[in-house]
T-cell receptor, first 115, second 113 residues
Framework: EPEVTQTPSHQVTQMGQEVILRCVPI?????FYWYRQILGQKVEFLVS????????KSEIFDDQFSVERPDGSNFTLKIRSTKLEDSAMYFC?????????????FGSGTRLTVV | SQELEQSPQSLIVQEGKNLTINCTSS?????LYWYKQKYGEGLIFLMM?????EEKSHEKITAKLDEKKQQSSLHITASQPSHAGIYLC?????????????FGDGTTLTVKP
């Protein structure tokens, strides 16, 4: 069954450093998303991406965050200057259709720890 | 913003027992997703409900959507240890990008063998 692949599975970084989280969505999917989940808290929407541009973003997704689809397969989330409160699980997801009638597929996540 | 409240927060059942998890929205529900998450792992899509009264099943898991009550329920029949995990409901609007979902806090299910 097709999967959304995320790398790395765990990343430890120093406060103030830049990190790039990588995702390979399912090949025929067109809509891509990033979510995060701080330990013990809700899954929160960060950003959605379609046709090489951001279609929607949340209040969390400020100037420190950016997303990119550098080639035909990867979808990345960059945090420019990490803060302690950025520590969380970051999930990538993709869907074939906008309305996600068939649900959307999540990756296993990247656990980001900022020290 | 839409808030989703799940109940109960946690549930411990004996293997073979049935159980129900509820998800109530503070706003009109246009579409509701159910996911399962194992601690520290990704979310596994279970099913999506779009219309009032709609009921869907996936193996021994059945979910219903009650538009009037702005509520969905997830029912597991004859629970097994493999059903253990965190069940999350998520809501999205039909006319917005479905990815911008709001999630409930989750219900942690433990199934005792």
């Amino acid at each position: 069954e097709p999967e959304v692949t995320q790398t790395p599975s765990h990343q430890v970084t120093q406060m103030g450093q830049e990190v790039i989280l990588r995702c390979v969505p399912i090949s025929n999917h067109l809509y891509f998303y990033w979510y995060r989940q701080i330990l013990g808290q809700k899954v929160e929407f960060l950003v959605s991406f379609y046709n090489n541009e951001i279609s929607e973003k949340s209040e969390i997704f400020d100037d420190q965050f950016s997303v990119e689809r550098p080639d035909g397969s990867n979808f990345t989330l960059k945090i420019r200057s990490t803060k302690l409160e950025d520590s969380a699980m970051y999930f990538c997801a993709s869907t074939k259709e906008r309305e996600a009638n068939y649900g959307y597929t999540f990756g296993s996540g990247t656990r980001l720890t900022v020290v | 913003s839409q808030e989703l409240e799940q109940s109960p927060q946690s549930l411990i059942v004996q293997e073979g027992k049935n159980l129900t998890i509820n998800c109530t929205s503070s706003k009109t529900l246009y579409g509701l997703y159910w996911y399962k998450q194992k601690y520290g792992e990704g979310l596994i899509f279970l099913m999506m409900l779009q219309k009032g009264g709609e009921e869907k099943s996936h193996e021994k898991i059945t979910a219903k959507l009650d538009e009037k009550k702005q509520q969905s329920s997830l029912h597991i029949t004859a629970s097994q240890p493999s059903h253990a995990g965190i069940y999350l409901c998520g809501a999205a609007g039909f006319n917005t990008n479905a990815g911008k979902s709001t999630f409930g806090d989750g219900t942690t299910l433990t199934v005792k063998p």
